[in-house]
């Protein structure tokens, strides 16, 4: 008829499996497309409106997290600060130090632990109760491991055999100048770990200060191996040996309001301070390491992950023995996730 194609130029047209299908079922075909565009959008909803910093924390998958262990968190962070030369006397690059070094045993800082106490009750922790809570505490802590784990320091007395050089650091803790031995810190001092240079110590202490306020202090003493000075003598303790001698350490353990220890009042008023603060430091090269070369490997010697059985580890097991005293005494749990702020 009028308008056909003509034979010769007709050609066969041949339809896709796609075309077919789609022609067949469009509806099963969008209702897909749809359901994959929903899938993606969504995801990315639940990406952006989370507060999690990973895709797969945000679905609420579990994270592997080795790092969050007490020991040796803040590796990555401190080994970058270790080889910046941030250790006392080192200025030399990374590329310039001698990778087969010897150093002194745990002579570095590893890792440092802060312990915080609060009075929720009323505004002062320098009672008695409460300073017993703080040793309890505070002896819970040393109690798992703490010779073989804290760092060092070393005196110069050539007389001191060479595995006798090396004492547990003292930590910064107000029990430091409540538990006295002076006789101890010029034991220590004499025998060459004391905080004022050795040649210094014959003219200073015991002739313009007394041993056990400093400067005439050892850089290794133990407070467990002092006496709990009476209650009516620590105002003047922490007066003396805190706020006038050391300044550093009053800012490091008081609150703010106690730095200065209202020396403006009576001698014989109580120092007051609503906060209180311990440091506690671990070092390294531990033994078997012969400087502070690998980090990772001498903080997994310390704390496997991986390996071993994870009640095993030093930091588990400190914070066992931290949790069975802070439990019973604390309104914040060991283990708690929040911190239980002022009543």
């Avoid at 106490?117 to 002896?139: F, H, M, P, Q, R």
Wanted: charged share 30%; aromatic share 10%.
């Amino acid at each position: 008829g009028e308008g056909a194609m003509p034979e010769d130029a007709a050609e066969e047209v041949v339809v896709g499996r796609i075309t077919q299908t789609v022609v067949k079922w469009p509806a099963c075909c969008a209702l897909l497309w749809f359901t994959v565009a929903f899938i993606w959008s969504m995801l990315g909803i639940v990406v952006i409106g989370s507060e999690s910093t990973t895709f797969f924390r945000a679905l609420g998958a579990p994270e592997f997290r080795p790092l969050s262990d007490n020991v040796i968190q803040r590796g990555q962070a401190l080994e970058e600060l270790q080889v910046e030369a941030y250790r006392v006397g080192v200025e030399d690059d990374e590329e310039d130090e001698d990778p087969d070094r010897k150093e002194k045993e745990r002579s570095f800082v590893l890792d440092g632990t802060t312990i915080v106490y609060e009075d929720l009750v009323g505004s002062n922790l320098l009672t008695k109760a409460s300073i017993n809570k703080v040793v309890a505490v505070e002896k819970a802590f040393m109690s798992v491991d703490w010779k073989d784990r804290c760092l060092l320091v070393y005196t110069s007395n050539k007389n001191i055999t060479r595995k006798k050089r090396g004492k547990c650091a003292s930590p910064i803790t107000i029990l430091n100048t409540l538990y006295r031995d002076d006789d101890k810190h010029k034991e220590l001092c004499e025998d060459g770990w004391c905080s004022l240079p050795a040649e210094f110590v014959p003219f200073v202490c015991g002739v313009s200060t007394d041993w056990g306020t400093p400067p005439c202090v050892s850089n290794a003493y133990d407070w467990r191996d002092g006496k709990l000075a009476d209650r009516s003598e620590w105002p003047d303790l922490i007066r003396k040996n805190l706020c006038k001698k050391s300044s550093f350490d009053a800012r490091s353990i008081l609150d703010a309001d106690a730095w200065e220890c209202d020396e403006d009042e009576d001698e014989d008023a109580p120092v007051k301070s609503a906060f209180l603060r311990s440091s506690y430091r671990t070092g390294w090269p531990i033994q078997g390491f012969k400087n502070t070369e690998n980090r990772s490997a001498q903080t997994a010697q310390l704390s496997p992950v991986i390996f071993g059985q994870p009640e095993d580890r030093y930091g588990a097991r400190r914070r066992r023995a931290l949790g069975e005293v802070i439990d019973p005494i604390s309104a914040t749990a060991s283990e708690a996730s929040q911190y239980v702020g002022e009543a």
